[in-house]
């Protein structure tokens, strides 16, 4: 199966693709990454998923990822006497932390003593994913007197957003913690962290996880962007999470935002996916609104790694067809010459450490020689991710010997993951790579192909190799 796009798609399952045939149709259809979504469903539905997934896997012969996503806190009022209240705008209200007492027009309980303990007057809240706003205007560990700046109807348990307010949380709620020693025990081969705050967030997950699987930071909290970079370094990935992003900043900030994550995830060569909204329409049309087509455009030129579905692909009436789509508004954008451009306009600099050296120098061969592919024999996946980094025009072939390493570049930009046979030389080792090549169609005999390596073999972090061979 020969790879048409660079960047990838993340399909979410849920009820609309949950049997084989349609995860069979997904995948066929441009899917590289599946996506567990555990705010929803039991352990055994996803377990089940993901049996499906490996057996496609199988049957198919390419590694596919699988992305366990945490539900992270959920911050919720309590429940009212008769169900909601019509807010005023104007109007004095009151949150507390009395949950024996039913709300109503003048009060209701938010069971969360953390968000007291972080309010200060002139803080806003947002409730019902920001169709409420609540100005505070005096607090106290259990209490905040608000004003409502924007009213409406609020009901039971509707969420709540504090933008703004770094949270004493962690992002790793007890539930989470279960659902990530469970995925762990599956298998699986990303995790998701929602809510996060600041890289100590990150830090938690990987004492619990260690390198077992990769670790996707999303981003959706204001405390995140302050510190972007810091973040960035510690995680393996990155999640735009407009979602819960366009509830706590303004929607116009949210584009900029975007690419300013894109842009940070570049520099360092972390892959990124933009998530949420992308084609909504298709929850309930068989076709997706120019904008939204645009919107994936964007994401494609602005350099993402991945661009994932939520409900189109795992509550929708046509899941497949949004798979399709997506792919094919990727396949369109990347064959535009103004990718191209906008590509190699927006690479930064390379570090000055071996790994980078080689993925630059990579790149540049491969452009002078026309090559057929590049190459990224990798045990840890990390000389793959450096040649990533680099945006090369030739496509990348990541091989490694562990399956493992190859199902999480399926996230990653370009890269086309094989499972290889370990290698101990250089020459067993170009073999194996022409091989590989001409078997999976990237070339012909005859074709020029430029390969990165790191010696010693089977030692992550090695990369120090590069050489040019003919198919």
């Not at 609309?16 to 055994?44: C, M, P, Q, W, Y």
């Not at 089940?48 to 806190?73: F, S, T």
């Amino acid at each position: 199966m020969r790879q048409r796009k660079h960047a990838k798609i993340v399909a979410t399952l849920g009820p609309a693709s949950d049997d084989i045939a349609t995860i069979r149709a997904l995948f066929d259809a441009g899917a590289d990454v599946f996506r567990l979504n555990f705010s929803h469903g039991k352990h055994e539905d996803h377990r089940r998923r993901l049996d499906l997934v490996r057996q496609v896997e199988a049957e198919r012969g390419r590694p596919i990822a699988v992305l366990l996503d945490l539900q992270g806190p959920k911050l919720r009022i309590a429940t009212f006497h008769d169900g909601g209240v019509d807010l005023p705008e104007g109007a004095p209200f009151r949150l507390d932390l009395d949950a024996t007492a039913e709300g109503d027009a003048s009060r209701v309980a938010l069971p969360h003593p953390e968000i007291f303990a972080a309010l200060a007057a002139g803080a806003d809240l947002l409730l019902d994913d920001g169709r409420i706003r609540l100005r505070v205007e005096r607090c106290g560990a259990d209490f905040a007197d608000t004003r409502v700046v924007n009213g409406g109807r609020l009901s039971d348990r509707k969420g709540v957003n504090v933008p703004g307010v770094v949270l004493p949380l962690s992002a790793l709620t007890a539930k989470d913690r279960r659902d990530l020693d469970f995925g762990l025990g599956l298998g699986i081969d990303w995790v998701a962290l929602s809510f996060v705050q600041r890289p100590e967030d990150i830090a938690e997950v990987r004492a619990l996880a260690g390198d077992r699987v990769g670790i996707v930071a999303k981003l959706e909290k204001p405390a995140a962007i302050d510190c972007l970079d810091a973040i960035v370094a510690v995680t393996d990935a990155v999640m735009v999470a407009r979602g819960d992003l366009g509830v706590e900043v303004p929607a116009e900030q949210v584009p900029s935002i975007q690419k300013r994550i894109i842009q940070a995830c570049r520099r360092t060569g972390k892959p990124v996916i933009v998530a949420t909204q992308m084609l909504e329409s298709m929850v309930t049309a068989p076709v997706p609104t120019r904008a939204e087509a645009s919107d994936v455009a964007t994401a494609i030129y602005e350099g993402a790694d991945a661009v994932m579905l939520s409900a189109e692909s795992a509550s929708g009436r046509y899941p497949v067809e949004a798979v399709r789509m997506m792919s094919r508004i990727i396949a369109h954008t990347e064959g535009d010459p103004e990718y191209r451009t906008a590509i190699d306009a927006s690479r930064s600099p390379p570090h000055a450490v071996a790994a980078d050296a080689i993925g630059q120098a990579a790149r540049h061969v491969a452009s002078l020689l026309h090559a057929a592919c590049t190459v990224a024999y990798t045990s840890s996946g990390y000389s793959a991710l450096r040649l990533a980094r680099e945006r090369p025009w030739a496509p990348i072939v990541g091989m490694t010997p562990r399956i493992e390493t190859a199902r999480r570049l399926a996230l990653v930009w370009g890269v086309f993951a094989v499972v290889s046979d370990e290698v101990d030389s250089v020459a067993g080792m170009t073999e194996a790579a022409c091989r590989t090549v001409a078997a999976e169609r990237f070339g012909r005999p005859g074709d020029t192909v430029v390969i990165s390596a790191g010696m010693p073999f089977s030692t992550a972090g090695t990369t120090n190799l590069l050489r040019i061979a003919q198919v």
